[in-house]
T-cell receptor, first 116, second 113 residues
């Protein structure tokens, strides 16, 4: 199993450009999510999905779109990049947790994005 | 509003000694807590977790303690090894909320020889 893969590893954008960060997992996990990590802020949840066709907002969703057309893929789209979106982005996946249970999340290696 | 706090940005410990990393939370709805370890240029990896129905969970050199009344948890690493040098994140969740995690800001642990 490759686990959770993310592409690209590095990206530099100019303000106003758009791009899609790719995330894929081969573990048949229902739950997928995107986080951003900024210095002194920890990881913050951007968007998440509990299954194909179902997405919802996390703590910091503004400026980002997501879709989940398959179980395996969960791309994150920046429609008009801003310098405030300079960050390291992590995708994660897990089996869905039901009441009383919790399943650990597996993280990808991250995408380092710089917006000039 | 930081619901999960790690007040020590860094910690230095000698090899063989105990490392104690601390985490505080404010949301009383949290009932599941995790520790993740992160090396540079890699994603976080799961280390150990604890449910709120327990006050201690042990896995080899790693033990997590939970004090619900104080809304405090700690990670003990005994004995500390150089390979333990990494950033450690505390995370919390409410079971049944679609696995959403709230992370602390992290503590950088350096284990010296």
């Amino acid at each position: 199993n490759a686990g959770v893969t993310q592409t690209p590893k590095f990206q530099v954008l100019k303000t106003g450009q758009s791009m899609t960060l790719q995330c894929a997992q081969d573990m048949n996990h229902e739950y997928m999510s995107w986080y951003r990590q900024d210095p002194g802020m920890g990881l913050r949840l951007i968007h998440y999905s509990v299954g194909a066709g179902i997405t919802d907002q996390g703590e910091v969703p503004n400026g980002y779109n997501v879709s989940r057309s398959t179980t395996e893929d969960f791309p994150l789209r920046l429609l008009s990049a801003a310098p405030s979106q300079t960050s390291v982005y992590f995708c994660a996946s897990s089996y869905s947790s039901t009441s009383g249970t919790f399943n650990e999340q597996f993280f990808g290696p991250g995408t380092r994005l710089t917006v000039l | 509003d930081q619901q999960v706090k790690q007040n020590s940005p860094s910690l230095s410990v000698q090899e063989g000694r105990i490392s104690i990393l601390n985490c505080d939370y404010t949301n009383s709805m949290f009932d599941y807590f995790l520790w993740y370890k992160k090396y540079p240029a890699e994603g976080p990896t799961f280390l150990i977790s604890i449910s709120s129905i327990k006050d201690k969970n042990e896995d080899g050199r790693f033990t997590v303690f939970l004090n619900k009344s104080a809304k405090h948890l700690s990670l003990h690493i005994v004995p500390s090894q150089p390979g333990d040098s990494a950033v450690y994140f505390c995370a919390a969740s409410v079971t049944g909320t679609a696995s959403k995690l709230t992370f602390g800001t992290g503590t950088r642990l350096q284990v010296t020889l």
